[in-house]
């Protein structure tokens, strides 16, 4: 009878090793898929920020005047450079500060393509239009990153959360990620004057 017990409880504590092992196992993965997305996030960010010298350099060409839409995009890209991306995802404070800098980044890009609006000559520019192709097209891949990264981070946080990956994460460190989120007065359209 003794020796019943104790198969019995061996096999209880092999089957709850064995589920702790799976939900660990579970979590790493669904965590690397959140890493690789941020990864994909921070490339295109960085696509952007690499063109935005030479699409600014092009337009200070003809419209020298312009100096303090210049001033802005150039201190919405330092800043930008200035943030530490390390750790970002798990703390909300941070993942807010980085999401509102590249939101000053994207207005500035707009204001600098009113700018463009003025000048006929330069929206013909061979190379200013070969730029601002890629631009749209960095933007357009800032958004599928986006949208990939919050899709990896949600199902990550759905196992995390739900009953018994929850019980688990606390003990094995697993917190949940935080979201991209649209910022504050995105539902209004832009308004543009010349």
């Not at 303090?68 to 991306?85: D, G, L, P």
């Not at 463009?116 to 929206?123: A, G, N, Q, R, S």
Request: proline letters at 3%.
């Amino acid at each position: 009878m003794k020796n019943k017990g104790l198969i019995i409880l061996v096999v209880v504590i092999a089957i709850i090793a064995m589920n702790a092992m799976g939900t660990y196992n579970g979590f790493v993965e669904k965590e690397e898929n959140v890493n690789r997305a941020w990864s994909q996030v921070e490339n295109v960010y960085q696509r952007r920020a690499d063109l935005i010298p030479n699409l600014v350099s092009t337009v200070k060409g003809y419209a020298e005047h312009e100096k303090e839409t210049f001033i802005a995009v150039t201190e919405a890209r330092s800043k930008i450079n200035n943030i530490n991306v390390g750790g970002m995802m798990n703390d909300p404070a941070a993942f807010a500060k980085f999401q509102q800098a590249q939101g000053q980044l994207s207005s500035a890009l707009s204001k600098l393509m009113v700018v463009v609006e003025k000048y006929p000559d330069l929206k013909a520019n061979e190379s200013f239009l070969n730029l601002q192709a890629q631009l749209e097209g960095t933007e357009n891949r800032i958004a599928v990153a986006r949208k990939r990264f919050n899709d990896s981070a949600k199902q990550y946080n759905q196992v995390v959360r739900k009953f018994p990956g929850r019980m688990w994460a606390g003990l094995f460190g697993f917190g949940t990620k935080n979201y991209f989120e649209a910022e504050t007065g995105a539902e209004k359209a832009p308004k543009v004057e010349f």
